[in-house]
């Protein structure tokens, strides 16, 4: 009987739910999304029970594939991370839709504890910075703000937790409240040092520590469920992890010193920095980026504002180009950029510079500048970005970039793939992974039962679309990122 892995990602906009087998393929996948709720400017919510129900629902979808037929079967989840859930523990219901990652209710209360000079202590202990982002400023607004709710939570009635958490205690009815390490380490409550949920944190959030889930490694069973007597006898809930830690995962990031970068709007940046915690970079995060077969790897992570959005932006509204692909054989047009550094500040700086009034601008033009050049400098911005990043990470690591994978489409540019590659002067590997962040999960299901009973068993499993190696020296590509750090230094100064 063939064992087939089914893979919950639980995105910010819809249930995704694939099928795969014991060698990483994806056999299938079904999709339902989700409704957004926007009560004011700047909150974001989400109903958990639809949330809930569209995760039966899409595996109801999936077993009707063919492959499902005489088949055994496990479940993995990964999930979006930071967004919270608080729910009674005897009805079963959330006293209040779940509050979003993108959330900014508790903006006011984290700047509070700030100027209250929490944020050494908060960083030292949870890795993390003090900020809405995070799930602990939406859990106290839900205790501060919805009647009943902190006497409930202090009577021990109330749990709270992550996407995850909410999961597995639906879907195994109650007897389960879990989560585990990395998506604890992103609700600015865990200490990442101990692996416990920390007191001091807890009480600076003013949350009751009887509403916390048991936190575990990744690779853990985490209990059994029928999903919603979909089927007749239970199955294991086996691997779960965030979904940045996920794709981390499925890029097969296993030693410190892989990073991997993901290629969208914006661009998710993280690298594993190996067994020893280290204070990130100003602006960047550590968090536990997996832990799985006895040991726990700690990552630095930050994230791009515009990347594929800057080429968005020249195509929808300066028409500069028709394609995406039309940037690239603009690009190629001339030998270089002529000087030219396009900074894409659209809304702001981000990591690591943190500069949220800086704008957008196109610096180094002359009367011999022309469209290829700006094609060519956009694409070159996005390298740039990433490698600010990489360079920060590492140099705070005090560790050596040894390859960075890759996935998005932008990665099928092959002139951003190489620039990026002599940026960073090492090689760059395009993953073949549509769904890395869900094949992490599956990864960590497959240790969870033991099928991978080592990270190089399972890692001889990835494919690669290819790989770029450095071709320019060191020296040139230095100059010209010497002039990217000049061009953004006049915009903040």
Not at 152 to 160: I, K, N, Q, Y
Not at 182 to 205: E, G, I, M, P, Y
Not at 218 to 245: K, N, R, W, Y
Request: negative net charge.
């Amino acid at each position: 009987m063939e064992n087939l892995i089914i893979a919950i990602d639980q995105s910010t906009s819809a249930t995704k739910a694939m099928l795969f087998n014991e060698k990483c393929e994806m056999l299938h996948r079904v999709n339902v999304p989700h409704k957004q709720y926007y009560p004011q400017s700047g909150w974001v919510e989400h109903d958990a029970e639809e949330i809930y129900e569209n995760v039966l629902k899409a595996v109801a979808g999936l077993l009707e594939a063919k492959y499902c037929k005489g088949c055994a079967f496990s479940l993995a989840i990964t999930n979006q991370r930071e967004t919270v859930v608080v729910w009674d523990k005897h009805t079963g219901h959330p006293v209040y839709r779940a509050i979003v990652w993108q959330d900014m209710r508790g903006a006011d209360f984290c700047n509070e504890l700030k100027e209250k000079n929490h944020t050494a202590m908060v960083q030292e202990k949870s890795g993390l910075l003090i900020d809405p982002y995070f799930a602990a400023s939406g859990a106290k607004w839900i205790l501060d703000n919805v009647d009943g709710a902190r006497k409930a939570a202090e009577r021990g009635d109330l749990l709270m937790g992550t996407i995850d958490s909410w999961l597995v205690w639906k879907l195994t009815e109650g007897r389960r409240h879990v989560t585990d390490y990395t998506n604890a380490s992103r609700t600015l409550l865990f200490n990442v040092h101990t692996l416990q949920w920390d007191k001091d944190l807890l009480d600076l959030f003013t949350i009751p520590s009887c509403m916390m889930p048991e936190a575990l490694p990744c690779d853990s069973v985490f209990g059994e469920t029928t999903l919603g007597g979909l089927l007749a006898e239970p199955i294991q809930i086996a691997g779960m992890l965030g979904d940045s830690h996920g794709a981390l995962v499925g890029q097969m990031c296993f030693e410190e010193g892989l990073g991997k970068t993901t290629y969208g709007t914006g661009s998710s940046v993280m690298v594993n920095i190996g067994e020893q915690f280290a204070a990130a970079p100003r602006g960047l995060v550590t968090s536990v980026g997996f832990a799985a077969l006895g040991k726990v790897y700690y990552a630095f992570e930050g994230n791009i504002h515009c990347t594929g959005a800057t080429i968005k932006w020249l195509q929808d509204e300066l028409g500069m180009v028709a394609s995406p692909d039309e940037a690239e054989q603009g690009a190629r047009a001339v030998e270089d950029a002529g000087g030219v550094y396009f900074i894409p500040a659209f809304a702001g700086l981000g990591a690591p510079w943190w500069h949220s009034e800086v704008r957008g601008a196109i610096m180094g033009m002359t009367l011999g500048t022309n469209r290829a050049h700006i094609l060519r400098a956009a694409l070159e911005s996005i390298a740039y970005q990433v490698n600010d990043l990489i360079r920060a990470m590492t140099r705070q690591a005090g560790i050596t970039l040894k390859e960075l994978r890759v996935d998005g489409g932008p990665t099928k540019n092959k002139f951003l793939m190489q620039f990026q590659a002599d940026c960073l002067q090492v090689p760059i590997d395009c993953s073949d992974v549509e769904e890395a962040s869900a094949l992490g999960a599956v990864v960590m299901n497959g240790m969870a039962r033991r099928v991978w009973p080592s990270f190089a068993e399972v890692a001889a499993l990835r494919h690669s679309r290819g790989t770029y190696s450095p071709i320019a020296s060191a020296s040139r590509m230095q100059a010209l990122y010497d002039g990217w750090l000049q061009a953004v230094n006049q915009l903040i100064k």
